[in-house]
Each structure stands twice: as structure tokens, then as C-alpha cells.
């Protein structure tokens, strides 16, 4: 069947490995989130660093998917704080206590330096968002758009790109990816690996400074798995950040620096994709890589 | 197949209106009343689009039919975000204005907000003029009120259309940086719009026909204008007659571009599964349930 051809450097299409701001590009500090009741990330902290790929893996329901959501902030923390590049995502700090504090005790009330987090304003949110790109395990491509137009409407409508600079990058994209002869299809006449295959070159037309992953390739049909991994392969390997949430083994150990292993909200374990498929200290690692080899 | 059909069309809607005329012609003759008699004459001269006023007429209804939907629509985008919106304000206003518009006569909206808030010098509804056009009050209060009561209605048809839209849109949209609004006006509306045309096309078709409560505004819509007729030649069978064939061509002639416009959006949109195909013309006619589309109708 058809081999991408994504041998051709992928990051070249977006002008270059887009180069973060600082050496950690993740650091998610005591991060906790809450869906009502349930304590779905308990003090997780993760730091990725530049040109890092990370493979988070861990049982259905470990909280993964929310982690990664919390990053570009599609979920909402309670506590924590998460830094891309340098910046405080989704909130700022504000002077605890703030209004709540009665007027009488304000003076003397808080520690001082003691702050809370308000969330940001949906300007700044969407302005952040422009540096992380993600994929979803269901590609979610815009459907009234081909597959060009879907990769240069995040350019021309939010990086006021120009229409013709637009259309340069997205057909350059699309060929790195693969799918040159695609560019006036829409998504419903496209397989699943073509769909994700465009869907990371439209997350790629932001010139991301990082990259977040989903499971991209756990909703689709065996055989269109691999034209996916390679093109998240070349990716890694030109120096593209990535946090990928993935139990496909074969690209953590071809490409991690680390695994991450999740459970029950919780970082269990972290270390090469060496150390933690081949030799894992925790048992709840052991029982989870028994279950998936 | 669909050729066949169009083919039919016309036949098929000529033998329609001549039945509906043959069949006044003998209910009347044949009646056992013997002190009235239909007259064909002045029914065709009534009918008559030439004879003085009927153009006009026509011209009002589907101007201000054409402008209250265009205003209930934008009205209705708005309550629709609006009750759907994070911030309590814009709900409580939202659902308010919904909970009134779809509370109360239109009759007493229009009387209430014309008469009644012109009485209480609230607003004065005068003539303004549009690039020379002048426009007086009652028409703009005819478009303004039908197009606000329009809008209670619509709110709710375009937010089941928004909700039909994957939620997976939105965040992709959001992941890539876009801000609510492009978000809103770039990948969850177009897509709405597919759940949301077949409604508003019957909308539409309600519309045409309810502008003839405006005539208590004093416009001289189809309706009205063969009130003042059938006062002037004293035979309201006649009148009324050729008044309702005239809304029945105006609703005929919307079901066809109606199925029109809902399959070139059906195929112009090309997602396959999931497009909504476009109703046939003789389910918009006739109300066909089996092919008209799910959300359609209140
Ligand atoms: N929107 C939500 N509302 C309530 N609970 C949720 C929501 N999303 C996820 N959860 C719950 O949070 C936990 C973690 O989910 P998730 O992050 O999707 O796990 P994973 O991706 O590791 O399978 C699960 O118990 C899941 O049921
Ligand atoms: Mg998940």
C-alpha cells in the first residue's frame, strides 16, 4: 500500500525546528485536578526538555489523556502550576485570599507572597495555545474543509499569515506527510492514517513549540499504524518537543528519552524506555507491561 | 429518478391550482343557498396580479417576510450562545427573552409594542429614510417585532444545530489557538448550519404566511389588501379566496427553492455520513415525514 514518504525533513516545511524559549519546555508542577468527586491527577509532576520526546503510558483511566489536556489547557487545575516555555498556562497568580479576605483582616491576613491561581483571560489562553500543537486519537479534522484548508486556517486566521505564505507552508507539509495529492480532499473521503497524517501537519502549521500526542494511532485499522508512527519518528528525530501518550512500544524505545508510567492519577515510574519496558522498579509497572506485551 | 420527478413538477402543481379553483367554482354553483352566487369575474379580477395594489402587496409580504427572518436568525445565533454561555447574565437574559417572545400572542406583540409603546412615548417608531426610501413606522415595527419573535423561535433550532456539532471541533479549534469567536464563526457554525437549514427553511415558510397578522399595524401586506377589497366590492368569498391562492403560490414557490437550497448545502458540504440529505420538493409541500429531515418543525 502506500509508504508515506516522509523522508524529506519535516520541520524544514515550517522554516525549521521551531526553537523554544527556555531548556525545560514542560514543567508541570504538584499539579491536581478534580472531575466533581474524583481525584483524577494526584501531585503529578512532569518536566519535558527541549527537543525531548516523552512516552506517557499507564491503564485506561490513569489520568493520562487529562494530563496532557491540562498542558494546553483544555481541562481546568485545582492546584499546581504548569509552565510551557517559560509561561504560567491558563492562569495567573493572583494575591490569595483577594476579595474573600474581610476588609478588617486584610492587613494582616495572608502570609505574604501566598497566591492563588485565576484563570486567564481567554485572549491570553488562546494566545498560548498557538505554541502547543495536539493531535487526537480521533483526528478531529474540520470536516467542511479539505485537507489544505484545514492545515492553513489556523495560520491565516490566527497567525494573520498571508493567504499565498499560507498555501506554500501547507502544500509543503503536505508533502513531507505524504499526501501531496490530497490537498483538495476533504476528510470523510480519507482513511484514518491519511486523516491523522494531516492531522499533525495542521498542528504543525503553527510552528509549535511543543507537541502533544493522544493515542494517535489507537483508532485506527493495524495496517495504517506504521505511515502514522513513521511520520511522529521524523519528527522526533529533527528535535520536534513531544509528549506522546502511547503504548506503542516500538516507537518508545526508537525514539523516547523517557517513559512516563501513569496510575491511578499518579506518576509511578519514569525513566528510559530501556529501563522501564526491560527492568521496572514498581509493580504496578510490571502488572501493566505484563498486560500490554 | 430525480429527473422523472422534476419533470412531473409543473404538471403536477398546474392541476393542482385548477382543482383548487374548480372546486370553489362548484361548491359555490352547486350551493343550496340560492342568495349567493360565485362570480367567476370578480374572482379573476381580484386574482388579477395587474389589478391595482396586488404587486404591492405581494412586494410587502416577502420584503418584510425576507427581513424578520434575517433578523430572527441573527437574533436567534445570539440567544442561542448566549443560553449556552459560561457567564449567568447572558443566560438569564437570553432565557428571558425567549421565556417572553415565546410566552405571548404575537397579535398582542404586535399591538403592545406598536400601540403601546407609541402611546407611552417610549418609542415614537417614525419614518426614517434608507438611501431614499422612506420607511414608515408601522413596516419598521412589522419587521422589527416579527424578526424579535422570530428570533425566540430560531434560538433554539440553532442550538440544537451547534449541539449536533462533535465537541471534538472545538477543541481542535481551540488546540490550534483560535479564540471563541473564530471558533464560533469558522468551525462550529458552518457545520451547525447543516442541522439547521431544513428548520429554518419551514421557518421561513411560517413567516410568509404570518405576516398577515401585520395588518393590525396597518400595513398593506396580501392580506390586508383584500380586506380593503372585499370592503370596497362587498364579496370577501372572492377576495379571500384569491387572497389565500396568493400565499399558497408564495409557500409553493419557497418548498422548491427550499429543496434546492438543501441539496446543493447537502452536497456542497461533502461529509458524507453525516450530511442531511436534502428534503424532496414534495416532502416540503406536503409535509412528507418519512424523507423531511429530523429536527425540522416545532
Ligand atoms: N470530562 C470528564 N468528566 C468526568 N470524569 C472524567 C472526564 N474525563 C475523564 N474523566 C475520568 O478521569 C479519569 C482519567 O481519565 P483519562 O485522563 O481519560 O484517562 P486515560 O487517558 O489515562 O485513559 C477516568 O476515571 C475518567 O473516567
Ligand atoms: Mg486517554
Redesign the interface.
Given at each position: 500500500m502506500t509508504t508515506p514518504n516522509v523522508s524529506g525533513n519535516l520541520l524544514g516545511a515550517i522554516g525549521g525546528v521551531p526553537r523554544p524559549e527556555t531548556d525545560v519546555v514542560v514543567d508541570a508542577r504538584d499539579v491536581n485536578k478534580w472531575f466533581g468527586r474524583l481525584h483524577v491527577l494526584k501531585d503529578v509532576c512532569l518536566q519535558v526538555k527541549r527537543q525531548e520526546t516523552v512516552v506517557v503510558i499507564g491503564p485506561s483511566g490513569s489520568g493520562k489523556t487529562t494530563l496532557i489536556r491540562c498542558v494546553?489547557h483544555?481541562e481546568k487545575i485545582q492546584s499546581g502550576r504548569i509552565f510551557v516555555n517559560g509561561h504560567l498556562i491558563g492562569y495567573r497568580e493572583a494575591p490569595a485570599g483577594g476579595i474573600k479576605v474581610p476588609i478588617a483582616r486584610r492587613r494582616n491576613g495572608k502570609a505574604p507572597g501566598a497566591t492563588k491561581l485565576v484563570e486567564d483571560k481567554?485572549?491570553n489562553i488562546?494566545?498560548q495555545?498557538?505554541e502547543?500543537?495536539?493531535v487526537?486519537q480521533?483526528f478531529?479534522?474540520?470536516?467542511?474543509m479539505t485537507a489544505l484548508e484545514n492545515i492553513i486556517?489556523?495560520p491565516i486566521?490566527?497567525?494573520g499569515a498571508s493567504h499565498d505564505e499560507a498555501v506554500a507552508m501547507g502544500r509543503a507539509l503536505l508533502e513531507r506527510v505524504g499526501l501531496a495529492a490530497k490537498e483538495h480532499v476533504?476528510?470523510?473521503?480519507l482513511s484514518g492514517g491519511q486523516q491523522q497524517r494531516i492531522?499533525i501537519a495542521?498542528?504543525l502549521a503553527?510552528k509549535p513549540a511543543l507537541m502533544l500526542f493522544d493515542e494517535p494511532t489507537s483508532a485506527l485499522d493495524p495496517e495504517m499504524i506504521g505511515e502514522v508512527l513513521e511520520v511522529m519518528k521524523e519528527l522526533a528525530r529533527e528535535g520536534m518537543t513531544m509528549i506522546v501518550v502511547s503504548h506503542e512500544m516500538g516507537f518508545a524505545r526508537e525514539v523516547a528519552n523517557r517513559v512516563v508510567m501513569m496510575d491511578d492519577g499518579v506518576v509511578v515510574e519514569e525513566g528510559t524506555p530501556d529501563q522501564v519496558f526491560s527492568s521496572p522498579t514498581q509493580e504496578r509497572t510490571k502488572a501493566f507491561l505484563s498486560k500490554i506485551l | 429518478m430525480t429527473a422523472l420527478r422534476n419533470r412531473g413538477i409543473r404538471p403536477a402543481l398546474l392541476v393542482g391550482f385548477l382543482f383548487l379553483i374548480a372546486l370553489a367554482v362548484a361548491g359555490c354553483s352547486s350551493s343550496k343557498s340560492q342568495s349567493f352566487q360565485f362570480d367567476a369575474n370578480i374572482f379573476l379580477q381580484d386574482l388579477n396580479p395587474t389589478s391595482q395594489g396586488v404587486l404591492g402587496a405581494l412586494y410587502v409580504t416577502i420584503v418584510i417576510s425576507v427581513i424578520a427572518q434575517a433578523l430572527g436568525v441573527a437574533l436567534g445565533v445570539l440567544a442561542a450562545l448566549g443560553k449556552m454561555a459560561h457567564i449567568a447574565p447572558f443566560r438569564v437574559t437570553a432565557n428571558v427573552y425567549i421565556w417572553i417572545f415565546r410566552g405571548t400572542p404575537l397579535l398582542v406583540q404586535l399591538a403592545f409594542l406598536y400601540y403601546g409603546v407609541g402611546a407611552a412615548h417610549l418609542w415614537g417608531w417614525d419614518p426614517i429614510t434608507i438611501n431614499g426610501f422612506l420607511i414608515p413606522g408601522a413596516i419598521q415595527a412589522a419587521m422589527v417585532i416579527l424578526g424579535v419573535n422570530e428570533g425566540a423561535y430560531m434560538a433554539e433550532i440553532i442550538r440544537a444545530g451547534i449541539m449536533a456539532v462533535d465537541p471534538g471541533q472545538t477543541e481542535a479549534a481551540k488546540s490550534l489557538g483560535m479564540t471563541y469567536r473564530l471558533t464560533m464563526t469558522r468551525i462550529v457554525l458552518p457545520q451547525a448550519a447543516r442541522v439547521i437549514i431544513p428548520p429554518l427553511g419551514n421557518e421561513f415558510n411560517n413567516m410568509l404566511k404570518t405576516t398577515s397578522l401585520i395588518f393590525v399595524l396597518g400595513v398593506v401586506e396580501t392580506y390586508n389588501h383584500y380586506v380593503i377589497v372585499q370592503v370596497n366590492n362587498f364579496r370577501p368569498f372572492e377576495a379571500y379566496a384569491a387572497c389565500a391562492l396568493w400565499f399558497l403560490l408564495l409557500t409553493t414557490i419557497w418548498g422548491f427553492i427550499q429543496s434546492r437550497i438543501e441539496k446543493r448545502f447537502a452536497r456542497g458540504t461533502a461529509t458524507g455520513s453525516s450530511a442531511i440529505p436534502g428534503a424532496s420538493w414534495r416532502a416540503r409541500l406536503f409535509g412528507n415525514a418519512a424523507t423531511s429531515s429530523g429536527l425540522g418543525g416545532h
Open positions: 494546553n483544555l481567554e485572549k488562546a494566545q495555545r498557538q502547543i500543537g495536539m487526537f480521533r478531529n479534522l474540520f470536516p467542511h486556517e489556523a486566521h490566527v497567525r476533504y476528510p470523510n473521503q492531522a495542521r498542528a503553527m | -
